[in-house]
C-alpha cells in the first residue's frame, strides 16, 4: 500500500484532515470539475493502459458502470479487459435502499436510463454475479475508505459481494479526490484497491 503524509494528502483535494464527509465529498467533487474535458479523457485512457493490479481470468465478470457527471470513464479500462478475455457488466438500480443487480454488457450494447437516468443494460440482458466490481466515487483516503452520493448503494452491494471468495472492490478516482481520512462508520465498506491516473493503491492488507 502507498504511504504518505496527512499534509500532502490533505492538499489534493484542498480539504482539511479534520473534514466532515459532506466537506470532504464537495472538495473531492470539486477537485473532479476542477479537470477539463481532455484532462478527464486522458485520464481514463491512462487507467486503461496500466490495467488492473492483478490478473484477471479469462471469463471473469467485470462490472463497470455507466459515468454520470465528472467520474471518470472507466469505458477504455473496460474495453482493454474484453478484449484480454473479460465479460462485462453494468449495474442496475432497482429501488432506493437496494443493493445493486448487474446485468451483462458489451461494447455498443444499447443501453437505456434508469429510474435515476443512469444508462443501464435492457432489461432483456442476463443478470450475472460478478467477480470485480469497479466502483465511482466521490473521494477516497489511503485506507481504502470511499465517499459516495450518500445514498449508499454500493455500501450495500459491496458488503453482499464480500461474502464471495475472490470478489474485488476497485475504486476509479482522479488523484485529486484523495482525502487525508474519511471518516468512516461501521456499515461502510472499505475498498480492495483504488486506481488514479497515476497510482494504484492496494488496501488488502491494511
Do not use: C, N
Not at 7 to 23: I, N
Not at 32 to 48: N, T
Not at 144 to 150: E, K, L, T
Amino acid at each position: 500500500m502507498a504511504g504518505g503524509d496527512d499534509e500532502t494528502q490533505s492538499r489534493m483535494s484542498g480539504a482539511p484532515a479534520t473534514a466532515s464527509k459532506a466537506d470532504l465529498r464537495t472538495a473531492g467533487l470539486a477537485a473532479r470539475e476542477a479537470l477539463s474535458d481532455a484532462q478527464r479523457a486522458a485520464a481514463g485512457e491512462a487507467l486503461a493502459k496500466r490495467g488492473l493490479p492483478f490478473e484477471v481470468k479469462s471469463g471473469a465478470v467485470v462490472a463497470g458502470y455507466s459515468p454520470i457527471r465528472s467520474e471518470i470513464d472507466p469505458a477504455p479500462l473496460m474495453r482493454k479487459l474484453a478484449s484480454e478475455g473479460a465479460r462485462l457488466a453494468l449495474p442496475v438500480i432497482t429501488a432506493r435502499g437496494q443493493s445493486l443487480r448487474f446485468r451483462l454488457w458489451h461494447p455498443g450494447d444499447r443501453l437505456l436510463p434508469g429510474p435515476l437516468g443512469i444508462l443501464e443494460p435492457s432489461p432483456a440482458a442476463a443478470e450475472i454475479h460478478p467477480d470485480i466490481v469497479l466502483v465511482p466515487l466521490a473521494a477516497f483516503d489511503r485506507t481504502g475508505h470511499r465517499i459516495g452520493y450518500g445514498a449508499g448503494h454500493y455500501d450495500r452491494t459491496l458488503a453482499q459481494l464480500h461474502k464471495s471468495k475472490g470478489f474485488a472492490a476497485i475504486g476509479l478516482a482522479f488523484s485529486g479526490q484523495e482525502v487525508a481520512a474519511v471518516p468512516a462508520l461501521q456499515h461502510d465498506v472499505a475498498l480492495d484497491y483504488v486506481l488514479t491516473e497515476t497510482k494504484a493503491f492496494d488496501f488488502r492488507s491494511s
